[in-house]
């Protein structure tokens, strides 16, 4: 297809949009039903999609329906309610409709003046998420492309801070030649935060840990460890950690921040455990939040929002701003206006708000609070039958979302106890009927289930189990 002033564009466009309509159609409608993988291998997909560029175009609907065609066996089912890899939610049919829509009208999140509709709509959505989760109104934030990214923006805020506190701008000056910041975490801190450490110049290396014995920092080891240091420090926690679920205590942790003499800010991961915060039921898990520095967390997991979409909350707005000051003659600011790119590392952004807006909106409250409350339900009983299942142990408790477990069998020595895991987490995913992904749990692998679809039943739970008790089985055997 040539591109410019062709009469037949708008047709065209409408004809593809139709087809890709009919794709997704089909596609939501098989979810209940449809394999969650077929885990298809690398040398497979290569087979299926590498080609050299095409010399001449093609139908723009054509193209979408040879793309679904051959791509197909590597699509997930993540969207569906048997997807209980990683942390992942669905997507609600506000989000997915406003996510489209958001793509039509393709606007460019990244200035008032650019789209006042997309700024003033993410302001809405993030007093609203403040409102969801009881935080304080005054703090100021911005969406994000995810919780990678939005501990990149709390974590910068940090960097800020603690350069202040020793007498440098870190953003204008750098960090090098300047006293060392110190980072101190849990042995439980996310890939994802070490990541961003460093990306902004702290180095991976430089995080010193404290133990977490079933999840939660050991608070006297983390006491101990913060009267060896003297300068500022930066202080990570976690609103549960991903490998079972279990929090930090951050109101202790806001206690050690404001009692360290060297001063200290407090970042809290929150990708999917500071949505404990939106049920009556589960709140006191995120007690102390509110006292915060920064705050990370991920829409796309239990908003169910589509990919990507993250937020972050900073209580100060000026050190934020501070953080990613930038400016242009070709970038003038909207006097009196909110410029998103003020207060997140991108110029030009995805309109993410539009599809949490109108989730929250469809949603409300309450079925937030139900939803959240259904997926720990489901946890909660899944849990229990792994507890009373022959060959399946508990690793830990279950406190939210997130059941780690392994299969078991007498006579076997830990290493090969290990193995037996990695084979049953491959061997679950080529079932097809549900997903799990291995872990890695006080030094033994492990199997992961997550529960964050809006979608998903106890039907499903059940056919999870079904899966488990197969596989475990067979591998006995």
Same mark, same amino acid.
């Given at each position: 297809?040539? #591109? &410019?002033?062709?009469?037949?564009?708008?047709?065209?466009?409408?004809?593809?949009?139709?087809?890709?309509? $009919?794709?997704?159609?089909?596609?939501?409608?098989?979810?209940?039903?449809?394999?969650?993988?077929?885990?298809? @291998?690398?040398? #497979?997909?290569?087979?299926?999609?590498?080609?050299?560029? =095409?010399?001449?175009?093609?139908?723009?609907?054509?193209?979408?329906?040879?793309?679904? !065609?051959?791509?197909?066996?590597?699509?997930?089912?993540?969207?569906?309610?048997?997807?209980? &890899?990683?942390?992942? /939610?669905?997507?609600?049919?506000?989000?997915?409709? /406003?996510?489209?829509?958001?793509? #039509?009208?393709?606007?460019?999140?990244?200035?008032?003046?650019?789209?006042?509709?997309?700024?003033?709509?993410?302001?809405?959505?993030?007093?609203?998420?403040?409102?969801?989760? &009881?935080? =304080?109104?005054?703090?100021?934030?911005?969406?994000?492309?995810?919780?990678?990214? $939005?501990?990149?923006? %709390?974590?910068?805020?940090?960097?800020?801070?603690?350069?202040?506190?020793?007498?440098?701008?870190?953003?204008?000056?750098?960090?090098?030649?300047?006293?060392?910041?110190?980072?101190? !975490?849990?042995?439980?801190?996310?890939?994802?935060?070490?990541?961003?450490?460093?990306?902004?110049?702290? *180095?991976?290396?430089?995080?010193?840990?404290? +133990?977490?014995? *079933?999840?939660?920092?050991?608070?006297?080891?983390?006491?101990?460890?913060?009267?060896?240091?003297?300068?500022?420090?930066?202080?990570?926690?976690?609103?549960?950690?991903?490998?079972?679920?279990?929090?930090?205590?951050?109101?202790?942790? $806001?206690?050690?921040?404001?009692?360290?003499?060297?001063?200290?800010?407090?970042?809290?991961?929150?990708?999917? /455990?500071?949505?404990?915060?939106?049920?009556?039921?589960?709140?006191?898990?995120?007690?102390?939040?509110?006292?915060?520095?920064?705050?990370?967390?991920?829409?796309?997991?239990?908003?169910?929002? =589509?990919?990507?979409?993250?937020?972050?909350?900073?209580?100060?707005?000026?050190?934020?701003?501070?953080?990613?000051?930038?400016? %242009?003659?070709?970038?003038? +600011?909207? $006097? +009196?206006?909110?410029?998103?790119?003020?207060?997140?590392?991108?110029?030009?952004?995805?309109?993410?708000?539009? !599809?949490?807006?109108?989730?929250?909106?469809?949603?409300?409250?309450?079925?937030?609070?139900?939803?959240?409350?259904?997926?720990?339900?489901? #946890?909660?009983?899944?849990?229990?039958?792994?507890? +009373?299942?022959?060959?399946?142990?508990?690793?830990?408790?279950?406190?939210?979302?997130?059941?780690?477990?392994?299969?078991?069998?007498? /006579?076997?020595?830990?290493? @090969?106890?290990?193995?037996?895991?990695?084979?049953?987490?491959?061997?679950?995913?080529?079932?097809?009927?549900?997903?799990?992904?291995?872990?890695?749990?006080? *030094?033994?692998?492990?199997?992961?289930?997550?529960?964050?679809?809006?979608?998903?039943?106890?039907?499903?739970?059940?056919?999870?189990?079904?899966?488990?008790?197969?596989?475990?089985?067979?591998?006995?055997?």
């Amino acid at each position: 297809m040539n #591109a &410019g002033n062709d009469p037949t564009a708008g047709a065209a466009m409408a004809t593809a949009l139709t087809r890709a309509h $009919a794709l997704a159609d089909a596609f939501l409608a098989s979810l209940p039903e449809r394999p969650v993988s077929h885990v298809s @291998s690398p040398e #497979a997909m290569r087979a299926a999609l590498d080609e050299t560029l =095409p010399e001449s175009g093609t139908d723009p609907a054509d193209v979408v329906d040879e793309w679904f !065609a051959r791509a197909e066996r590597g699509i997930t089912a993540s969207p569906g309610p048997r997807f209980f &890899g990683f942390v992942t /939610g669905g997507v609600t049919p506000a989000a997915l409709a /406003g996510d489209w829509l958001a793509s #039509a009208i393709d606007q460019n999140a990244g200035l008032w003046a650019s789209s006042p509709a997309a700024a003033q709509t993410e302001l809405v959505v993030l007093r609203w998420l403040k409102e969801l989760f &009881g935080l =304080p109104a005054e703090w100021t934030g911005a969406l994000t492309s995810g919780a990678t990214m $939005a501990n990149l923006v %709390g974590l910068a805020a940090a960097r800020q801070w603690a350069g202040r506190q020793l007498g440098f701008d870190a953003a204008a000056d750098g960090l090098a030649g300047h006293p060392p910041i110190a980072v101190v !975490a849990s042995s439980e801190i996310h890939l994802s935060a070490v990541k961003c450490l460093g990306t902004l110049g702290f *180095g991976r290396n430089q995080v010193r840990r404290v +133990g977490a014995p *079933g999840g939660s920092v050991d608070l006297d080891a983390l006491a101990g460890l913060l009267r060896e240091i003297d300068g500022p420090v930066i202080l990570v926690g976690n609103a549960a950690e991903v490998n079972s679920g279990h929090f930090d205590d951050l109101a202790a942790l $806001a206690d050690l921040r404001d009692t360290h003499p060297g001063g200290a800010w407090l970042h809290v991961d929150g990708a999917f /455990g500071l949505f404990a915060a939106a049920s009556p039921r589960l709140a006191h898990l995120c007690r102390g939040v509110e006292r915060a520095d920064s705050l990370a967390s991920d829409a796309h997991k239990w908003l169910n929002v =589509p990919y990507d979409s993250g937020f972050a909350f900073v209580r100060d707005a000026a050190l934020l701003r501070e953080t990613f000051a930038a400016g %242009g003659a070709y970038v003038l +600011g909207s $006097a +009196g206006c909110w410029d998103p790119f003020t207060h997140v590392p991108e110029m030009s952004r995805r309109f993410r708000g539009l !599809a949490a807006w109108c989730a929250l909106k469809a949603f409300g409250r309450a079925g937030y609070r139900v939803m959240i409350e259904r997926c720990v339900d489901n #946890a909660a009983a899944f849990a229990r039958w792994v507890a +009373g299942a022959p060959g399946v142990e508990l690793m830990n408790p279950v406190p939210l979302n997130i059941v780690c477990f392994r299969i078991v069998r007498a /006579g076997l020595d830990n290493v @090969s106890v290990d193995e037996l895991n990695r084979a049953a987490v491959r061997a679950i995913q080529q079932d097809g009927r549900a997903f799990v992904t291995g872990t890695v749990w006080n *030094g033994r692998a492990a199997i992961r289930a997550a529960f964050d679809n809006w979608r998903t039943t106890a039907d499903d739970v059940a056919l999870l189990q079904d899966a488990v008790a197969e596989v475990a089985g067979s591998l006995r055997a």
